[in-house]
Every structure is written in C-alpha cells, then in structure tokens.
C-alpha cells in the first residue's frame, strides 16, 4: 500500500499509513493502547527480543503501538529513515546533542537560538563537558574557523524564534560534509508540508511537536527524525554500533542508551493526539498562513507599527530563502516593533481575541514579549547578540477569521 501512496499529496499519505499490524476490528483510528507491559508466547520468544532478534513492544518507557504508529506516520511523511517520539521538544534536542557527542566534544551553532536551546548548550550540557562553540550562520568562514578535531555537528533552526532569520542551508551542509559533520535542523517552525529537508543537506531534525504536530496545543512531545544520508563511521561515538545496526546505528543509540536511559519517553494518549494533529496539520498551515498575509499587509500599512518580521512577506529580505527552502511558507510566527516597551504593553493588554500566551502554532492566535519572558533571565549583552529588542512582540498567527483578528489588532493600536 505504501508504494501505491508515494506519489499522493500530503494530507491523502497522512491518512492512509497503515499500521505496522493489521488492526482485528479493522479500525479506522489508531486505538489508544494504555498499557505498561506486553505478554510474550514464552520465555524464547522474549529472550529473542532482548536480545534484538524479535521485534515486539516490552515496556511503554521503551515503545508502543499507539507511540510507533505516530513514527511510522511520521517517517511516511518525511520520507526519512526513522523517527522517534519523545516527551518534548527539549527532550528531543537533548538527546540528539547527548548521543552525538561525548564529554571534550565540541558543537557549533548560531547565536539566535531559542531562549531555552541556547541555555541547554550554554549551561546545562556545558557542565557536563560539552562545548557550544556560536557563531553568525550566515557566514561561511566564520564556521569553518571554529571547526576542529573534537567538533560533531552544526546544529541551527530552519527559522529562527522570534528573530525569524531563515539559515542558509545549503552552505550550511556543505560546511558539514566537507568536515565531515553532523548537520541538524531544529524545523518546528517549518513543518514537513512545506520542508524536505534531506533535499538541502539535513541529516537530523528535530521538532517541538507540542507545536504544529499536536493540532492546536492538545499535548506536548518532540520528534528525532534521520534522513539516513550520514555516513555515522565519522563520528566516534557510535563505532560499536554500526557493525550491528549500520545505517540505523543512531536510532539505536538513541533507543538503547541516550533516550531508554533518560526516560524521556512519549506517552501513548499524547501520542494519539499527534496521529488526529498529522491527518490535519496541511489544513492548518495554510490557514495560518494565509492569515499572516493578511496581517503583514495591515501591519506594514499602520503609521504605530515600526516594523515588521515575517518571510513569507514579498518585502521581507529572507523572501528568497523562504522560497527557496520553504515553498515561501516559512513557518506562521511573526514580529513586529511598536515605539517602545511600554506601547508593547499597552497594545498587548487592550487584546480582546488574540491571547497573551507562550506558545507557538496553537488554532488560537497568541502574542508574547520575548524580552520581558522568554530571555527575563538573559543579560543585556546576551539579549542584543540574539536581536532580542524591547520593542518586539511575537505574534504565533491561528486560524481565526483574520477580519476579526485584525479588528482586534486595529481597536488596540488605536
């Protein structure tokens, strides 16, 4: 069945993956399977499995049919090697970088990173003795210099949050293959609908699926998805891996070290709401998409807005990469400035439809002000390095009727 769906659009493959087994009731959902242990038919058949020659669920930390029908979907989707499901989009990043590198190795990435990435590279994954080496992505031998013997990956975000700066990913892969690096892509801005992103070099993505996957804020979890085009002989960490599961070694690692270890698990009923959140997530995209055109074109045209952040905007300098890489859908999160702090404040507090919260891709349309929020704990130094102003508002665009959001915007700037 599958090879019959290769070549149907997007939404038709998300609701047509089958299961990984025939389900008995021939059910058109996948069936929430709450359970911690699974019954084996004897004692070989489960020695077999421990030992890696039985495939079959154990223990719901490690797997489950509702967790690995959400991966199969996925890998579907993006075409990948194999995915893996885990409890958040932290936990995702986190257990990428941890099985990647070893204590004295070193990572390269980008100065405008979301607020908690650049914490976990910067603090916590730093006690431990790995090395965050920052860097301006956009320019090539900037990168280059901070490369050495101990460096495993670049890792960046196809846009940045809430800079909205899209990377140039095709010099980015080929500084990775030239040095023989990793390269990972944080794409939760750019969902597989829109980016193919082993076709410009990605090895590795991660996703914050709390965010598009979930289908509106239902639930929280991360995805770890190999494109299957890394040679992993070149990193050290997982030589004794690769004789025994040779192209899938770093799923592998991740199932039987880094993440089974951790504990960072996906739950089940999470799990069924990401499956309902893929069948519609082309849906949704384009209609916050088209919404944030709308919204740029009020935005730009009002005499209080100072400026205005977002790509897929033909006035926006990133346009071209946007087209390039992202069908000129680069994600539905905006920016823009006001006057000042205080204008930010009032503007936010006079909202009547749009809500004052913190996360992204939700149906509904939410604003936050990164500087007083998300980076409160960074110094000011570390603020101007991320382009973090004061008089920047971060607008996660819904799927309203965008007359009644931009009424609401206008009855607020006025």
């Not at 699974?38 to 049919?65: I, K, L, T």
């Not at 204008?343 to 990164?370: G, S, W, Y």
């Amino acid at each position: 069945m599958m090879n019959a769906l290769k070549k149907t659009g997007f939404t038709t493959l998300a609701l047509n993956v089958p299961y990984a087994k025939n389900d008995p009731h021939n059910s058109l959902q996948m069936p929430l399977y709450e359970t911690v242990a699974f019954d084996f038919e004897s004692a070989e058949q489960m020695e077999a499995n421990f030992r890696g020659e039985y495939a079959a669920h154990v223990y719901s930390r490690s797997s489950s049919p509702t967790v690995e029908y959400f991966e199969l979907k996925l890998k579907a989707l993006t075409e990948s090697q194999g995915v893996l499901a885990v409890s958040s989009g932290m936990a995702a990043i986190a257990d990428v970088l941890l099985s990647v590198t070893k204590a004295g190795d070193n990572i390269i990435s980008g100065h405008q990173l979301f607020g908690h990435t650049y914490a976990l590279l910067s603090q916590t994954l730093g006690e431990f003795g790995l090395e965050a080496r920052f860097s301006d992505l956009k320019k090539k031998e900037e990168i280059e210099m901070l490369v050495d013997e101990n460096t495993r990956a670049i890792y960046f975000e196809t846009v940045t949050n809430p800079q909205l700066e899209i990377a140039d990913i095709e010099m980015l892969a080929e500084v990775a293959q030239k040095h023989g690096l990793l390269l990972i892509a944080d794409s939760t801005l750019t969902p597989p609908n829109v980016f193919r992103a082993s076709k410009f070099g990605v090895n590795v993505e991660v996703v914050s699926a709390t965010k598009y996957f979930s289908g509106g804020a239902t639930s929280f979890g991360g995805v770890i998805i190999d494109h299957g085009n890394y040679d992993w002989s070149l990193n050290p960490n997982f030589s004794k891996y690769i004789e025994k599961y040779g192209q899938n070694a770093f799923i592998a690692r991740l199932r039987k070290n880094i993440y089974r270890n951790t504990g960072g698990s996906m739950a089940p009923q999470t799990a069924k709401f990401m499956i309902q959140g893929l069948d519609i997530l082309e849906l949704r995209v384009e209609k916050c998409y088209q919404n944030c055109l709308a919204l740029g074109a009020f935005m730009q045209s009002h005499a209080k807005v100072k400026a205005v952040g977002y790509p897929g905007l033909k006035s926006d300098s990133d346009y071209p990469l946007a087209k390039k890489y992202f069908c000129g859908v680069p994600g539905t999160i905006m920016s823009f400035d006001l006057e000042s702090k205080e204008a930010c404040f009032e503007f936010m507090n006079k909202l009547n439809v749009i809500r004052r919260a913190t996360n992204l891709n939700d149906n509904k349309t939410l604003i936050i002000h990164p500087y007083s929020t998300i980076y409160a704990e960074f110094s000011e130094e570390e603020r101007a390095k991320a382009n973090i102003r004061d008089t920047m508002i971060r607008l996660s665009v819904g799927i309203e009727n965008v007359e009644d959001l931009i009424a609401d915007m206008e009855q607020a700037l006025a």
